[in-house]
Structures are given as structure tokens and as C-alpha cells.
């Protein structure tokens, strides 16, 4: 313990989640409300590392099939085409528009992925009460949260084309099970980067158990 | 909350949170989304179905991943991967079957590529000029499974569940015939030829064929099949008479197949009976010849025109044919004769009997030393010899006719040779010119220099002959002549007295001043004068008409 307290908490004050305001707990055990915009009070979000780990877990199970299944089925003339992401992606590189490509890799293949990697390295220095870069690791906290609101681009895009794309008995587009998965992924992403508590970052160097 | 922060008799919170249960709601997800994604994977892997490996000799229009397999239109796998087999040979196309067909890749299944086909039987395929090619099936009758296939290079002409039987027919050739061509029953289509190949001797061409269900049951033990193909066109009493079977059939080739009526027993057959493809509906329905004799003949003239298959004929009845034209030496006396084996099937003979001897002809006939002695008697007290005819005229063709000739040498037949050699008689043009040549002969034997001695004899009395007529005429010489120039004097004097006649006529008539000319001449001149004057005259009348009336006026 510093001389300087670290964090509200161990000042034995709390800040309101939605308000900021910085406020006294009603008492030791039941921190109470928030007295300007009456949201509920907490040390620590309940069971904030459970809650990021089940989701962050989930969002990885939904990833494999995600990839794996095709997203989009193309049928021309009586024959269908099935496209997975990475399969789009190697069409587009094989045909030359390279940039594309890599907007497409990163946007549905990395970004994704990159979440989860960075909510699982969050969560386990969190657990390990690491010490050091917590400012990078608050920043990386709030790139994800940010990232997140963008990830659907993919399903838009998807939804779109299948609208758009019914030329009957031509040509028609269908959404493939994997856009499902990867509409999965992206929510569970951005649902696990709201349960994950920041604060907790700060936590490790005071050694408060608010798990 | 206000009362809150006064009272302070409330309990004090701890900081250690409640014992709560340790394991939270929210793992529902994770759960969730695992046994959705698990679920789905082992649909994957249960749907999963074999995959097989087609060899084709070229893969036209198949590609990785477009290219389905299908079964009755419905797809049942699909092409992952077209590469070249190791020996750069064929073409490996791998398939990912789908598991509903698992049980249908079978070791007797069928693969092959479907492209549109335009045959003289029918065009088909159409389809996939949209579609593309894609790859057929037929399933197979096998439990064995089986991953690597040969792929058709023809689509199989029928389908497994086309109701049916199979046959086999072995022909001599195979004609017009190929793969589709139709088979006909009462000019019906009723089944089709399926597959061809060289028999393993090489003699003869086993052609495999179906026919369809409701007219398999026509073919039993006594079912003949024939070539149908192209106009079968006979010229009888009756006109002529052309058959064919359809245009198609003309095209592309055809079999036909019936049972005659003339036979009574006939028996169900199995699948995959062989029968004999005969050339054309009548060599079908011959009789069968159960009764076939060899004989062998020696001609001493040339076999020109004779051809293996021409016909024997007994008084001008067909009862057998050709077998062999060749040559036989005798090395002892150098003689080489033409050699001339015939097969005589008796039966057809017995057949032209009449009713009654058509029994008691069968019943010889089944014994063979009926046969013999009919045939002896027949040789040796009838005359019965061969001779070589002139079918035809103009092409040459020869055939052999067996005839009887009573006035023929006597000859014996020797039933131990084999085969038997039935005596013959010089052809009837070799028999023209053998008169011709005892002609000659005779006329070369004639006594040519008596003849002459003869002729010589005959001269010399001519000779006297002519001078004895000479003689004649010299005395007719000196007797008449004298008389004659008598009789000419006096015909001269005759002429001159009528010479003078004529000259005092002249001098009357058309001498230069003969009388009578003078006054014919006067006259003459006044009928002239009279006509000038009448022209003068009617000159004036047309000018002066008037003068008719007036007379004529003076100027």
C-alpha cells in the first residue's frame, strides 16, 4: 500500500459507472445508489472476470464455425457456390484486388480474433494481479470497446447482397450458416468487452479482491 | 436513502462479499454456443459421406467444385478435385459423395459424364448446355463397396430398374449395328443393343443386348433374331415387295427378332441366352437343317462363276449349297479337275413333297441307310449326275444342278470315301462346244486329196466340153453368115425407097417455098392489119365517144 491511495476504493469511496461522480458507499457492505443519477453503486462489477470469461469463451467456440462455414451461397444457373470468409478472401487476392483482400482479412478474420486474444490477455493479467502497463492496457481495453461497434460490417454487407441479389431463377444469393456464427462472435465480443470491468486493471496494484 | 445516513443502529456491511455460488448463470453461453457449434459439426462429420475416385479418359466440362454427381436429377455429390492420373494417361476426378447415396457406391455402379449427345437414335443431354456437364449414375446390383471407379465413356443405353431381360447373340459380322440401335418386335421397338465385342476367337461378334419387359417374355428357345437394317426388297410373281422396319432402323441399323410359327415346342429361355443373329428374316426362318450330307464333285472344266454359298438344286428345287470351290491332283497321272464340295440338305427336299409321301419321305430320311440306298438308286439306275448351269447370264454366276440323265454313263456311288463324290455331266455350254469340236473333227478327217483328183478329173472334162461348143459355133459361123448379108442388102434397099418418101413430103409441106406455107403466111398478114385497124377504131371511140351516135366528125 502507497501512500497515496491508487484507487477510489482504497480511498473508501466509489464512483457512479454512468456519472463518474465520486461518492461516499452508504455503507461498508452495500455501497448503495448514486445519489445525483440514482444508477446503482458497486465496488467491483459482479463477477465482472466470470462473466467477460464465459462470453470471451463463447465468442471463441462461435469463431471455428464462423470461418468455417460458408457465409454466402451463390447460385448461378442451377449451380451453387458456397463462400466462407477466407475463401472470399483468397478469391479476391487471386483475382488481384490484393487491398481488398487485406480490408476484408483484417475487418473479418483479424479484428475478431484480435478481441478476443486482447480480452483473454486483459483477463488473465487481471487474474495474475500484474503489475506494470496498465496504461497500455487501458487503452487496449478501450480500443476493443470501440472496435466493437464496427465489427458487423461483414453481416451488413451480407444482408444486404442477399437482399439485393434475388434475380430468380438466374442468380440468387442466400446467407450462408456461417454469417450467423459471425453475427455470434461479434456480439459476444462486445457484450464480454462491457462486462469487463477496467477498474479491475487498476486493482492489481492495490490487491483488492473484487472478483 | 436520507434516513440512511442518520441511523447508524443498521448492521455494518462487510467488505467480504456472501458466499455465492461459485459458478455463475452467464457460463450458459459459452455452453450454449459450444453445443450448437459441436451439434453442427457432427452434422457435418454424419453427413459426411465417402469419397470416391472416377477415372475417365477425359473429363470434359467437369470442374472442381461446379460439377455434381447426379442420380435420377438429384444430386448426390459433388467434384472436389480434377487432376491428371499418375501415368498422365486419364483424368482422376475425386467426388465427395453425399452420405444419402453412401449406400448406392457400390462395385457395379456406373459413372459417367453427361455432355449433350446428338445420335441418329435421339439427341440427349440438353440440360447441360445450361447446367453444364454433369456426372451420371447408375446404381448397382452389388453389396460390395467400392471407392475407385473407370467411368462409361457413352452413357449406359439402360437404366437398372428398366424391367427387362438380357440377351446375348453371336453374329458374323456386325453390320450396321452399334451401340442404341433399336430392336424390333412386330416393327414395335422393344428393346435395344446395349454392348458389342469381338468374340475372344475372333470368328464371330457377341453383341449383348435388353430387351424390354412386356416383350422379353416373346423370346423362348425358338426365337430367331435377324439384321434388320436397310430395305430388304425380293421381286416375286406377285410384284415387288420391299420391307423395312423403320427409317431409324435404315439409319443407324436395327435388329428384329420372332418366333415362326411353324414351330410347336418352344421353351421359356433365361436371361442371358445366346442365340445366332441371322442376315435378314429369311435365313432366319429357315428351317433348321438337321440333316446335312457332304458330297464332293470333280469338274473337268473351268469353276469360274461358282461361289462358295450358291445354291444345289434337285430339278430346279434348292436343296443345298456350296461349301468349297478348289482343286484336286492326282499326282500319278497329273490330272487337275476342279473340285467342287456341296452340303445337301435333304429335308428341304422332302419338304416339296405332297402330304401323303411327305411322312414316309421323313421316316426314309431318319435312317441313314435309307438315305444311302435312296441315293444310290437314284445315281446308279436314274442317272442322277451334277452339272454346273448358268444362273445368270450376265454376271457368270454358276450353281450346281443335280438332273438326271439315263442316257449318262453308268457310274457307281463309293459310300467309303468321304465325302461321297456324286458323278457328273459336262455343263450344257461345255457340252456345245464338245459338238462343235466333233464338228472339226469330222471335217477334218474328210478325204480332201481324192477330192481334188476329182475336181481335177471334172476339169479336164470340161475342158473337152468347151471345145466341142467351140466347134459348134464355128460351123454356125460358116453356114449363116452368107444368108445374112443378103438379108442386109435388101433391108438397105428398102431404106432408100423410103428415104425418097420422105424427101418429096418435105418439099410439099415444109419446103421454103412450099404452097402451102405461102398461103398460111397471107393469111396471117391480113388477120394482123385487121387488128391494127380495131385498135385505131376503138382508140377514136374512147376519145370520141359520141361518134357512135354522130358518126364521125372531119377536123
Given at each position: 500500500?502507497?501512500?497515496?491511495?491508487?484507487?477510489?476504493?482504497e480511498?473508501?469511496?466509489?464512483?457512479?459507472?454512468?456519472?463518474?461522480?465520486?461518492?461516499?458507499?452508504?455503507?461498508?457492505?452495500?455501497?448503495?445508489?448514486?445519489?445525483?443519477?440514482g444508477?446503482?453503486?458497486?465496488?467491483?462489477?459482479?463477477?465482472?472476470i466470470?462473466?467477460?470469461?464465459?462470453?470471451?469463451?463463447?465468442?471463441?467456440?462461435?469463431?471455428?464455425?464462423?470461418?468455417?462455414?460458408?457465409?454466402?451461397n451463390?447460385?448461378?444457373?442451377?449451380?451453387?457456390?458456397?463462400?466462407?470468409?477466407?475463401?472470399?478472401?483468397?478469391?479476391?487476392?487471386?483475382?488481384?484486388?490484393w487491398?481488398?483482400?487485406?480490408?476484408?482479412?483484417?475487418?473479418?478474420?483479424?479484428?475478431?480474433?484480435?478481441?478476443?486474444?486482447?480480452?483473454?490477455?486483459?483477463?488473465?493479467?487481471?487474474?495474475?494481479?500484474?503489475?506494470?502497463?496498465n496504461?497500455?492496457?487501458?487503452?487496449?481495453?478501450?480500443?476493443?470497446?470501440?472496435?466493437?461497434?464496427?465489427?458487423?460490417?461483414?453481416?451488413?454487407?451480407?444482408t444486404?447482397?442477399?437482399?439485393?441479389?434475388?434475380?430468380?431463377?438466374?442468380?440468387?444469393?442466400?446467407?450462408?450458416?456461417?454469417?450467423?456464427?459471425?453475427?455470434?462472435?461479434?456480439?459476444?465480443?462486445?457484450?464480454?468487452?462491457?462486462?469487463?470491468d477496467p477498474?479491475?486493471?487498476?486493482?492489481?496494484?492495490?490487491?483488492?479482491?473484487?472478483? | 436513502?436520507?434516513?440512511?445516513?442518520?441511523?447508524?443502529?443498521?448492521?455494518?456491511?462487510?467488505?467480504?462479499?456472501?458466499?455465492?455460488?461459485?459458478?455463475?448463470?452467464?457460463?450458459?453461453?459459452?455452453?450454449?454456443?459450444?453445443?450448437?457449434?459441436?451439434?453442427?459439426?457432427?452434422?457435418?462429420?454424419?453427413?459426411?459421406?465417402?469419397?470416391?475416385?472416377?477415372?475417365?479418359?477425359?473429363?470434359?466440362?467437369?470442374?472442381?467444385?461446379?460439377?455434381?454427381?447426379?442420380?435420377?436429377?438429384?444430386?448426390?455429390?459433388?467434384?472436389?478435385?480434377?487432376?491428371?492420373?499418375?501415368?498422365?494417361?486419364?483424368?482422376?476426378?475425386?467426388?465427395?459423395?453425399?452420405?444419402?447415396?453412401?449406400?448406392?457406391?457400390?462395385?457395379?455402379?456406373?459413372?459417367?459424364?453427361?455432355?449433350?449427345?446428338?445420335?441418329?437414335?435421339?439427341?440427349?443431354?440438353?440440360?447441360?448446355?445450361l447446367?453444364?456437364?454433369?456426372?451420371?449414375?447408375?446404381?448397382?446390383?452389388?453389396?460390395?463397396?467400392?471407392?475407385?471407379?473407370?467411368?462409361?465413356?457413352?452413357?449406359?443405353?439402360?437404366?437398372s430398374?428398366?424391367?427387362?431381360?438380357?440377351?446375348?447373340?453371336?453374329?458374323?459380322?456386325?453390320?450396321?449395328v452399334?451401340?442404341?440401335?433399336p430392336?424390333?418386335?412386330?416393327?414395335?421397338?422393344?428393346?435395344?443393343?446395349?454392348?458389342?465385342?469381338?468374340?475372344?476367337?475372333?470368328?464371330?461378334?457377341?453383341?449383348?443386348?435388353?430387351?424390354?419387359?412386356?416383350?422379353?417374355?416373346?423370346?423362348?428357345?425358338?426365337?430367331?433374331?435377324?439384321?434388320?437394317?436397310?430395305?430388304?426388297?425380293?421381286?416375286?410373281?406377285?410384284?415387288?415387295?420391299?420391307?423395312?422396319?423403320?427409317?431409324?432402323?435404315?439409319?443407324?441399323?436395327?435388329?428384329?427378332?420372332?418366333?415362326?410359327?411353324?414351330?410347336?415346342?418352344?421353351?421359356?429361355?433365361?436371361?442371358?441366352?445366346?442365340?445366332?443373329?441371322?442376315?435378314?428374316?429369311?435365313?432366319?426362318?429357315?428351317?433348321?437343317?438337321?440333316?446335312?450330307?457332304?458330297?464332293?464333285?470333280?469338274?473337268?472344266?473351268?469353276?469360274?462363276?461358282?461361289?462358295?454359298?450358291?445354291?444345289?438344286?434337285?430339278?430346279?428345287?434348292?436343296?443345298?449349297?456350296?461349301?468349297?470351290?478348289?482343286?484336286?491332283?492326282?499326282?500319278?497321272?497329273?490330272r487337275?479337275?476342279?473340285?467342287?464340295?456341296?452340303?445337301?440338305?435333304?429335308?428341304?427336299?422332302?419338304?416339296?413333297?405332297?402330304?401323303?409321301?411327305?411322312?414316309?419321305?421323313?421316316?426314309?430320311?431318319?435312317?441313314?441307310?435309307?438315305?444311302?440306298?435312296?441315293?444310290?438308286?437314284?445315281?446308279?439306275?436314274?442317272?442322277?449326275?451334277?452339272q454346273?448351269?448358268?444362273?445368270?447370264?450376265?454376271?457368270?454366276?454358276?450353281?450346281?444342278?443335280?438332273?438326271?440323265?439315263?442316257?449318262?454313263?453308268?457310274?457307281?456311288?463309293?459310300?467309303?470315301?468321304?465325302?461321297?463324290?456324286?458323278?457328273?455331266v459336262?455343263?450344257?455350254?461345255?457340252?456345245?462346244?464338245?459338238?462343235?469340236?466333233?464338228?472339226?473333227?469330222?471335217?477334218?478327217?474328210?478325204?480332201?486329196?481324192?477330192?481334188?483328183?476329182?475336181?481335177?478329173?471334172?476339169?479336164?472334162?470340161?475342158?473337152?466340153?468347151?471345145?466341142?461348143?467351140?466347134?459348134?459355133?464355128n460351123?454356125?459361123?460358116?453356114?449363116?453368115?452368107?444368108?445374112?448379108?443378103?438379108?442386109?442388102?435388101?433391108?438397105?434397099?428398102?431404106?432408100?425407097?423410103?428415104?425418097?418418101?420422105?424427101?418429096?413430103?418435105?418439099?410439099?409441106?415444109?419446103?421454103?417455098?412450099?404452097?402451102?406455107?405461102?398461103?398460111?403466111?397471107?393469111?396471117?398478114?391480113?388477120?394482123?392489119?385487121?387488128?391494127?385497124s380495131?385498135?385505131?377504131?376503138?382508140?377514136?371511140?374512147?376519145?370520141?365517144?359520141?361518134?357512135?351516135?354522130?358518126?364521125?366528125?372531119?377536123?
Amino acid at each position: 500500500m502507497s501512500a497515496i491511495p491508487a484507487t477510489a476504493a482504497e480511498a473508501g469511496l466509489l464512483s457512479c459507472e454512468y456519472c463518474h461522480l465520486l461518492a461516499r458507499p452508504a455503507g461498508a457492505g452495500e455501497p448503495g445508489f448514486c445519489p445525483r443519477c440514482g444508477a446503482e453503486l458497486s465496488w467491483r462489477r459482479h463477477h465482472s472476470i466470470q462473466y467477460t470469461w464465459a462470453l470471451v469463451i463463447a465468442a471463441a467456440i462461435c469463431y471455428i464455425p464462423a470461418n468455417a462455414l460458408p457465409v454466402l451461397n451463390t447460385t448461378t444457373l442451377g449451380s451453387t457456390d458456397s463462400d466462407t470468409i477466407i475463401g472470399g478472401v483468397v478469391f479476391l487476392y487471386t483475382s488481384g484486388s490484393w487491398p481488398l483482400a487485406l480490408v476484408v482479412l483484417i475487418a473479418s478474420v483479424m479484428v475478431p480474433l484480435g478481441k478476443l486474444v486482447a480480452l483473454a490477455y486483459l483477463l488473465i493479467t487481471v487474474q495474475k494481479r500484474s503489475l506494470g502497463s496498465n496504461r497500455e492496457r487501458t487503452r487496449l481495453y478501450r480500443i476493443v470497446e470501440f472496435v466493437g461497434r464496427w465489427s458487423m460490417l461483414d453481416v451488413f454487407v451480407d444482408t444486404f447482397t442477399v437482399a439485393l441479389v434475388q434475380l430468380s431463377p438466374l442468380m440468387s444469393v442466400d446467407p450462408g450458416p456461417g454469417v450467423l456464427f459471425f453475427a455470434a462472435v461479434v456480439v459476444l465480443t462486445m457484450f464480454a468487452a462491457e462486462s469487463f470491468d477496467p477498474r479491475l486493471i487498476w486493482d492489481s496494484n492495490a490487491g483488492n479482491e473484487h472478483g | 436513502m436520507a434516513e440512511r445516513t442518520d441511523s447508524d443502529n443498521f448492521p455494518q456491511a462487510t467488505l467480504v462479499p456472501q458466499k455465492r455460488r461459485r459458478i455463475s448463470i452467464v457460463w450458459i453461453v459459452p455452453l450454449f454456443a459450444a453445443v450448437v457449434a459441436i451439434g453442427i459439426a457432427i452434422q457435418r462429420i454424419m453427413s459426411e459421406g465417402p469419397t470416391i475416385t472416377i477415372v475417365f479418359r477425359a473429363a470434359q466440362g467437369v470442374e472442381a467444385g461446379k460439377t455434381f454427381i447426379k442420380y435420377k436429377d438429384v444430386n448426390i455429390g459433388q467434384v472436389t478435385k480434377v487432376q491428371l492420373a499418375s501415368d498422365y494417361a486419364k483424368v482422376e476426378v475425386t467426388v465427395k459423395m453425399d452420405k444419402s447415396a453412401a449406400g448406392l457406391i457400390v462395385e457395379d455402379a456406373k459413372f459417367w459424364v453427361v455432355e449433350p449427345r446428338v445420335t441418329l437414335s435421339g439427341v440427349s443431354g440438353l440440360s447441360t448446355l445450361l447446367s453444364g456437364n454433369y456426372i451420371g449414375f447408375e446404381v448397382g446390383k452389388s453389396d460390395k463397396k467400392q471407392r475407385k471407379f473407370t467411368g462409361l465413356e457413352t452413357p449406359p443405353a439402360i437404366t437398372s430398374e428398366q424391367a427387362g431381360r438380357h440377351f446375348a447373340l453371336k453374329a458374323e459380322s456386325l453390320g450396321s449395328v452399334g451401340i442404341g440401335s433399336p430392336i424390333y418386335y412386330r416393327r414395335l421397338q422393344a428393346g435395344q443393343v446395349i454392348a458389342y465385342n469381338l468374340a475372344p476367337d475372333g470368328k464371330s461378334v457377341d453383341i449383348k443386348i435388353f430387351v424390354n419387359a412386356p416383350y422379353d417374355k416373346y423370346v423362348n428357345s425358338e426365337t430367331r433374331f435377324w439384321n434388320a437394317s436397310g430395305l430388304d426388297v425380293s421381286v416375286g410373281a406377285g410384284g415387288v415387295d420391299v420391307r423395312m422396319q423403320s427409317l431409324v432402323a435404315l439409319l443407324a441399323g436395327g435388329l428384329a427378332f420372332d418366333t415362326p410359327n411353324v414351330v410347336s415346342k418352344s421353351e421359356p429361355v433365361t436371361a442371358n441366352a445366346v442365340f445366332t443373329l441371322y442376315p435378314d428374316q429369311t435365313a432366319a426362318f429357315k428351317q433348321p437343317d438337321t440333316i446335312a450330307a457332304r458330297y464332293v464333285l470333280y469338274f473337268n472344266e473351268s469353276l469360274r462363276g461358282l461361289s462358295v454359298g450358291a445354291p444345289v438344286t434337285l430339278l430346279g428345287l434348292p436343296g443345298g449349297e456350296v461349301t468349297d470351290v478348289g482343286l484336286d491332283l492326282d499326282p500319278k497321272t497329273m490330272r487337275v479337275r476342279g473340285r467342287v464340295e456341296i452340303t445337301s440338305y435333304p429335308e428341304r427336299l422332302v419338304a416339296h413333297l405332297n402330304e401323303k409321301q411327305l411322312a414316309a419321305g421323313r421316316a426314309m430320311l431318319r435312317s441313314g441307310q435309307e438315305r444311302h440306298a435312296l441315293m444310290q438308286g437314284l445315281v446308279e439306275r436314274r442317272g442322277l449326275r451334277a452339272q454346273l448351269r448358268s444362273g445368270n447370264l450376265v454376271t457368270g454366276q454358276l450353281f450346281i444342278a443335280l438332273d438326271f440323265y439315263p442316257d449318262a454313263a453308268k457310274a457307281k456311288i463309293d459310300w467309303s470315301r468321304d465325302p461321297v463324290e456324286i458323278p457328273v455331266v459336262p455343263s450344257t455350254v461345255q457340252d456345245l462346244e464338245t459338238k462343235i469340236t466333233g464338228i472339226v473333227a469330222k471335217l477334218d478327217k474328210l478325204p480332201y486329196e481324192a477330192i481334188g483328183t476329182d475336181v481335177t478329173k471334172v476339169l479336164v472334162t470340161l475342158n473337152q466340153t468347151l471345145q466341142d461348143a467351140s466347134k459348134a459355133v464355128n460351123r454356125i459361123d460358116a453356114d449363116v453368115t452368107p444368108e445374112l448379108k443378103m438379108i442386109v442388102g435388101e433391108l438397105r434397099g428398102t431404106i432408100s425407097s423410103a428415104d425418097g418418101v420422105l424427101k418429096s413430103t418435105d418439099a410439099t409441106l415444109v419446103g421454103k417455098d412450099a404452097p402451102a406455107q405461102q398461103d398460111l403466111r397471107d393469111a396471117l398478114q391480113e388477120i394482123a392489119r385487121t387488128a391494127r385497124s380495131l385498135r385505131v377504131l376503138t382508140d377514136y371511140l374512147e376519145r370520141h365517144p359520141e361518134a357512135l351516135i354522130r358518126g364521125k366528125v372531119e377536123e
